[in-house]
């Protein structure tokens, strides 16, 4: 009974002392983030224009329509945009009603067409003569210019340098101000940088204004981008 005993007290003290060991491997962990930012000057334009026509006949408001956006087309490949850089966003043939007080109804009031026309512009200095020659040639909206860069992953490796080099700082600051010392890192993530656009001009911007003889096409200037990245560092410490 006694060996019984002094077996079982020896396989607790041997759990036991390996339990205390194990809390003791235990490492003590700082973690830190460090951004980056860079500035990026924008590579593409995006714009996109559309033409509205209304007829008693579709046929007719479809035809109309047609010829104009075919000018649109026209305007804009003459400026070298490339045919693949041009697409139809949408396209739609509706009936038109308004309401008659008189006899409490609504009246058909003909057919409206809409199609709008999306622009990618890989040359920016392009920009304002696209939007001057699109108007010219009969667009009656200007739904929207965007700015952004088209591949922003490409900065990943100048702002990943620059997040580390900010997160070992300040993990190096933080362990020198509380007395210990920075060992190597446990776990290492990060935040990459996504899609980056810059509106300047808003939907349903009416373009007669500037249309035969009015005022000129509104200067638009691309800008810069604030590009950022996030890194998580854990790292050990003694």
Not at 98 to 104: D, R, S
Not at 121 to 144: E, F, M, Q, W, Y
Not at 157 to 173: G, M, N
Not at 208 to 232: C, L, N, Q, W
């Amino acid at each position: 009974m006694m060996k019984k005993l002094l077996a079982v007290g020896l396989g607790l003290g041997f759990c036991l002392t390996s339990l205390y060991a194990a809390e003791e491997k235990t490492p003590r962990t700082i973690s830190v983030t460090g951004t980056s930012e860079i500035s990026v000057a924008p590579d593409i334009c995006y714009m996109s224009f559309s033409v509205e026509t209304s007829d008693k006949s579709a046929i007719k408001a479809y035809n109309e329509n047609n010829d104009i956006m075919n000018k649109v087309n026209s305007a804009i490949k003459a400026l070298g945009i490339e045919a693949k850089d041009l697409n139809t966003s949408y396209f739609s043939i509706a009936p038109q009603y308004y309401w008659e007080e008189k006899t409490g109804k609504n009246v058909f009031d003909g057919y409206k067409v809409y199609n709008s026309l999306n622009v990618k512009v890989r040359d920016l200095s392009k920009v304002g003569k696209i939007l001057d020659a699109a108007v010219n040639a009969g667009a009656t909206t200007v739904g929207g210019v965007s700015f952004t860069v088209e591949n922003p992953k490409k900065y990943n490796v100048e702002l990943r340098e620059q997040a580390i080099k900010a997160a070992f700082t300040k993990a190096t600051q933080m362990a020198n101000l509380t007395g210990l010392k920075l060992g190597k890192p446990m776990s290492v993530s990060e935040n990459e940088p996504g899609d980056y656009y810059q509106y300047y001009a808003q939907a349903n911007v009416m373009t007669s204004m500037y249309r035969d003889g009015g005022e000129s096409a509104p200067s638009i200037e691309a800008g810069e981008f604030k590009v950022t990245h996030t890194v998580y560092i854990t790292y050990e410490v003694e």
